[in-house]
């Protein structure tokens, strides 16, 4: 008996960055592939496939999962957000924590950034003001080969102490 369709396409229909996008996906794609090839969201990178690295993170529904450990089809109706939603304005600005991982070096051959980038987007949110612990614990999710963590560490303290003044002051 069959158990699937190996070649049957889904119609996924997500909510790309704000941008509604349909495509069709095998049963078994990942929702990985499934952005970078279907979509063409080329920004989110793949590297152990095993949810090890954390290259992956995107935001479904806001939250920071590993799109290499779930299907193109689980994502369908829902919103995802990858680092091309992380620029701010039509005019592709960087948004502040990708400024402040310039300003600190954060990254080397940035093949992680992608994914520390989304991880650090959800955690701020969630922890607007942090210590340096709690964002090395963030960090633990994520492989870092270039960096040794501290420049990195720095952007998001960075980030977070930005933005506490602007809510202080607004
Ligand atoms: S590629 Fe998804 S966790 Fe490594
Ligand atoms: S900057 Fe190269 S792996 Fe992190």
């Known amino acids: 008996m069959k158990l ?4 049957t396409a889904y119609p996924i229909t997500l909510t790309l960055n704000g941008v509604q996008r349909s495509a069709p996906a ?5 929702l990985s592939d499934f952005l970078r090839h279907e979509l063409g969201a080329t920004g989110t990178h793949v590297g152990c496939e095993h949810g090890i690295c954390g290259a992956c993170t995107v935001r479904v529904d806001g939250v920071a999962q ?3 450990m779930q299907l193109a089809v689980q994502a369908d109706g829902r919103k995802v957000d990858t680092v091309e939603g992380l620029n701010c304005g039509a005019d592709s600005e960087l948004g502040d924590l990708q400024q402040a991982f310039k300003r600190h070096h954060a990254l080397q051959c940035g ?7 989304m991880s650090s987007s959800h955690f701020l949110e ?20 270039c960096t040794g963590y501290t ?15 602007r809510s202080e002051h607004a």
Request: with cysteine; charged share 25%.
């Open 4 to 7: 699937y369709e190996k070649h």
């Open 26 to 30: 095998e049963a078994r794609m990942l």
């Open 66 to 68: 590993r799109s290499c």
């Open 111 to 117: 093949f992680c950034t992608a994914g520390i980038l």
């Open 126 to 145: 969630q922890v607007p003001d942090p210590t340096e612990q709690q964002v090395r614990e963030m960090l633990s999710g994520h492989l870092c080969r």
């Open 151 to 165: 420049n990195i560490v720095n952007a998001v303290l960075e980030v977070a102490a930005q933005r506490m003044e």
